[in-house]
C-alpha cells in the first residue's frame, strides 16, 4: 500500500463549492425522489441483508433462496438455495410486455443500422446455446468470447449464460499473447469469435489473433466464428488482409462458421435444447481477466444471483431506466463495465440499448453526436477519457446538433476532472440533465458510488455518496474513519451480493488482494479517497501498482514483463503521468543489455529504432493499449540499498522531467537516486 496520493498530484482539482440540484425536469420523472432517498439509506444502512433480498425479489427466480448470505471473509454467498438463470432474467421474462420491444438498435461504423426486439435476440440464444450444447458443453464449462461490438458479441454472452457455460469475454484490443494467456487460464473448451471489426474506416482483423493463440491452447475444441466479409456486412472499410474462412480446422480445434452452425439448428432442437438451465444463485456467470499489481492478470469471478441483483438494481436507480429511452453505454463487452452496463443490467431491466461498433470520431468529429441527433438516445454513459477528447474538439460540434432527447449523462472509469464535468453537463446535457459520475471496479461487479439521479445534489469531479446497501468508508492504515477532509483509503467494510467471488483458480491472492490490508473481512479497492463535510467522497486514484489509461486497468508490471521479454532489455519499469486526455500515460525507464546499450549509446537513430521496436514488442505481446507513450533509457535503474526500484522518484521524474525520443545518451538515474535513498528507506 502506497501513501495516500495528495490531490495537488492528480488532475482532480477539488473544488467542493460548486453544487448542482437535480433539474426540475429531471425531478418531476425521475423515480427517487429527494424526500425517498433518506429514507431509503435509512432502511438500507439498517438492514443491508433485508435491503438486498428485496432487489433479488424483483429478479424471476426458477427456486426461492432459503438463506440471503453467508459471510466468511473472504468468502460471500448470496440467495443461497435459490435457483436462477441470467439469460431468462434479460430475455424469456420480458417476453409477455417487451416481445416487440427494441432489446438492441446496433449501428456499424459504415452507418448501417440493425434493431433487433427481444423475440429476436432470444430467439438467436436459443439458437446459439443449442448448438454449444450440441457440441457437447455442460454447466460449469468455460467459454472464451473475442468478438467484435457486433450483436451476436450480446448473443454470445447471452447464449453461455443460458447454458451455464462460464463466459470469459476478452477485449478485442488484446493481441494474440495476451488472448492465449486468458484462454489458458480460464480452461475454455471453446472460443467464440469473428473474422474482425470496424474501426476508424480500417478493418481489424481478430481471426489471425485467435488461430495464433488458439494453437498454444490445448484446452479449445471448438472455434466458432462469424465471417462478416462474406456475409456482405462490409460496406466502407479498407480491408486489410485477413484470413479466408476455411472451414474445417484451427490447429488441434474444429472451425465453425457461425452461421452455418446456427443453420444445423432446427426447430425441435431449439424447442428441446433452447431452454435456459436452473443454476444455482452461485453458479459462475462469467470470469473476467483484469490487471492487478503482479505480472497475471487476474480471473475475477462473478456469480449469477447475487450479481445480477447488484447489477439490475443499480441499473434501475443510477440510469433511472423507462420504456422510452434509448440507454447508450459506450463500452467495450471486454471490461466490466461493458458486461453491467451494456448487457446484463439494462437488459434484465428490459431497457433499449444502443449499440455502436466504430470510433466516435469517425468519419466526421461529430459522429457521436450525430447518432445521439439521429437515434434520439436519451441516456449516455461514456468514460471522462473521451469527454475529455471531446472537449479539445470544441462545443460546436455537440451545439450544432439537435440533443434535447438526451435526459441524463453518466461517467465512468476513471476522476473526471471538474472541468470536463462542467463541460459535459453544459454542452452535452444543455445545463438541464444531471451526471451521474459512478465508482465502481471489476471486483464490485455493480456501480458502488453514484448519484441517485433526482434525488441528490452533485458536486464536479466527486461521484458522491455510496448507493443505498454499500458500507462504503474512507479510513486510514490502522482501519480508523478519517476526519471530514483528509485523505485515506476506499474501504467497503460489508459483504454486497455482486462482489467478486474469487479469482479465478487462485482463492489465495484473492484474499490477499482484497483481504489482507485491513481486518474483520473489510474489502480495499486499491483506490486513495477523501470525504468532504457533505460525507461526499472524492476518489483520488490508485494507491497501488495500476494504471488507469484513457478508463482502461492495466498493471505495471503486466507491461514490465512484456518489456523484459525483449531480447535487447535487461531491466525495466513502468509508472503513470498525469496526461490531459487519457488521464494517465504510460511511462517505461529501461537499462539494455551491454551489447544493446554499445550499440546505441550515442547513436539517436539507432535509439530512436528501437524505442519504436520495443513499443512495438509490447503492443504484440499485450495490445496497443498497453503501448508506453514515452521510453527512456537509463544505465541503471534507481534502487534502494534492499534493492527495490524507487518508484516514486521515477514517477516525479516522469511527470515533471524533460521526456522527448532525442535523448542521445543512456541517462544516469542513479545519480539522481543518491539523493533519494536514505528518505525511502
Ligand atoms: C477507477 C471500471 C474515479 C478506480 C468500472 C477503480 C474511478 C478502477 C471511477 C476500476 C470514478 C472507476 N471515479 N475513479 N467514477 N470509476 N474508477 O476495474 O481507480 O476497470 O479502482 O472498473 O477505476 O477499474 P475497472
Keep these: 500500500m502506497s ?69 466468511n471473509p473472504p468468502q460471500s454467498e448470496w440467495f443461497i438455495g435459490g435457483k436462477i438463470n441470467a439469460s431468462f432474467n434479460c430475455l424469456d421474462r420480458h417476453l409477455t410486455t417487451r416481445a416487440r420491444k427494441a432489446a438492441l438498435v446496433w449501428e456499424g461504423e459504415p452507418g448501417e443500422v440493425i434493431t433487433w426486439t427481444y423475440s429476436e435476440l432470444h430467439f438467436q440464444v436459443e439458437l446459439l446455446t443449442t448448438a454449444l450444447r450440441k457440441l457437447g458443453l455442460k454447466p460449469g464449462d468455460r467459454v472464451a468470447i473475442y468478438m467484435p461490438m457486433i450483436l451476436e458479441a450480446t448473443v454470445a454472452m447471452l447464449a453461455c ?19 492465449k494467456d486468458r484462454i489458458n487460464d480460464a480452461q475454455a473448451r471453446v472460443v ?4 474482425g471489426g470496424y474501426r476508424k474506416g480500417s ?71 433452447g431452454g435456459p438451465e436452473p443454476l444455482d444463485s452461485e453458479h459462475p456467470l462469467f470470469i ?25 438494481r443499480t441499473t434501475q436507480q443510477v440510469f433511472d431506466l423507462k420504456d422510452e429511452d434509448l440507454y447508450w453505454c459506450t463500452a467495450d463487452i471486454g471490461w466490466i463495465t461493458g458486461h ?14 444502443f449499440i455502436y461498433e466504430g470510433a466516435p470520431n469517425h468519419p466526421t468529429p461529430d459522429r457521436i453526436w450525430a447518432m445521439i441527433e439521429r437515434h434520439r438516445i436519451s441516456v449516455l454513459y461514456t468514460a471522462p477519457t473521451a469527454i475529455r477528447s471531446f472537449m479539445r474538439l470544441g462545443i460546436e460540434l455537440p451545439r450544432s446538433r439537435d440533443m434535447s432527447s438526451l435526459r441524463l449523462l453518466g461517467t465512468v472509469g476513471e476522476p473526471i476532472n471538474p472541468e470536463a464535468w462542467m463541460w459535459y453537463r ?131 508490471m503486466e507491461i514490465e514483463s512484456a518489456l523484459v521479454a525483449h531480447p535487447k532489455v535487461a531491466e ?52 496497443a493499449l498497453a503501448r508506453p507513450d514515452d521510453l527512456r533509457f537509463a544505465d541503471a535503474l534507481p534502487k534502494t540499498r534492499s534493492g527495490k526500484i524507487l518508484r516514486r522518484l521515477l514517477r516525479e521524474l516522469a511527470a515533471g522531467g524533460q521526456i522527448s525520443g532525442d535523448v542521445t545518451t543512456l541517462e544516469d538515474l542513479t545519480v539522481l537516486a543518491t539523493l533519494q535513498k536514505d528518505e525511502e528507506e
Design 203 to 273: 478493418w481489424i482483423d481478430l481471426r489471425t489473433q485467435t488461430d495464433k493463440a488458439v494453437a498454444a491452447c490445448p484446452t479449445v475444441e471448438h472455434v466458432i466464428s462469424i465471417q462478416r466479409k462474406l456475409a456482405g456486412q462490409l460496406r466502407g472499410a479498407t480491408v486489410q488482409d485477413s484470413p479466408e474462412p476455411t472451414p474445417g480446422r484451427v490447429a488441434h480445434a474444429l472451425l465453425h462458421d457461425w452461421h452455418a452452425l446456427l443453420h444445423t439448428v432446427t426447430p425441435s432442437d431449439r424447442r428441446a435444447m
Design 340 to 353: 453491467s452496463y451494456l448487457v446484463y443490467g439494462p437488459l434484465a431491466a428490459g431497457a433499449s440499448l
Design 161 to 179: 449464460a443460458r447454458g451455464g457455460f462460464t463466459h470469459t469475454v476478452i477485449f478485442g484490443g488484446f493481441n494474440a499473447e495476451a488472448l
Design 3 to 71: 501513501p495516500i496520493p495528495s490531490s495537488e498530484n492528480l488532475s482532480v482539482t477539488l473544488r467542493e463549492t460548486r453544487s448542482f440540484s437535480p433539474s426540475e425536469d429531471f425531478v418531476s420523472k425521475a423515480t427517487i425522489k429527494a424526500t425517498g432517498y433518506g429514507q431509503l439509506i435509512q432502511a438500507a444502512t439498517a438492514d443491508p441483508e433485508a435491503y438486498w433480498a428485496n432487489a433479488a425479489e424483483e429478479l424471476t427466480w426458477f427456486k426461492p433462496w432459503d438463506k440471503i448470505l453467508n459471510w
Design 426 to 556: 453544459e454542452n452535452v446535457g444543455s445545463g438541464r440533465c444531471p451526471i451521474v459520475d459512478t465508482y465502481w471496479q471489476t471486483e464490485t461487479g455493480a456501480i458502488v458510488i453514484s448519484p441517485i439521479p433526482g434525488a441528490l445534489a452533485t458536486k464536479p469531479g466527486s461521484a458522491t455518496r455510496p448507493l443505498p446497501g454499500y458500507d462504503v468508508d474512507v479510513v486510514d492504515k490502522q482501519g480508523n474513519p478519517v476526519p471530514a477532509g483528509s485523505g485515506g483509503y476506499l474501504v467497503i467494510r460489508k459483504p454486497w451480493p455482486s462482489m467478486a467471488r474469487t479469482i479465478h483458480g487462485d482463492p489465495e491472492r484473492f484474499k490477499k488482494a482484497y483481504f489482507s490490508d485491513f481486518e474483520n473481512g473489510v474489502y480495499f479497492t486499491g483506490d486513495g479517497a477523501r470525504k468532504d463535510n457533505d460525507g461526499y467522497i472524492w476518489c483520488l486514484g490508485r494507491v497501488d501498482d495500476v494504471l488507469n489509461v484513457s478508463g482502461h486497468r492495466l498493471g505495471t
Design 192 to 195: 467464440l469469435t469473428g473474422d
Design 572 to 623: 525495466a519499469a513502468v509508472v503513470g503521468r498525469p496526461d490531459e486526455i487519457k488521464g494517465q500515460a504510460i511511462v517505461a525507464f529501461i537499462t539494455l543489455k551491454a551489447v544493446a546499450a554499445n550499440e546505441v549509446s550515442g547513436n539517436p537513430g539507432a535509439l530512436a529504432a528501437l524505442k519504436k521496436e520495443l513499443q512495438q514488442h509490447v503492443t504484440h505481446e499485450i495490445g
Design 288 to 312: 473476467l481477466y483484469t490487471s492487478g499489481t503482479t505480472g497475471k492478470p487476474k480471473g475475477i469471478v462473478h456469480s449469477t444471483g447475487g450479481y445480477l441483483t447488484g447489477v439490475l
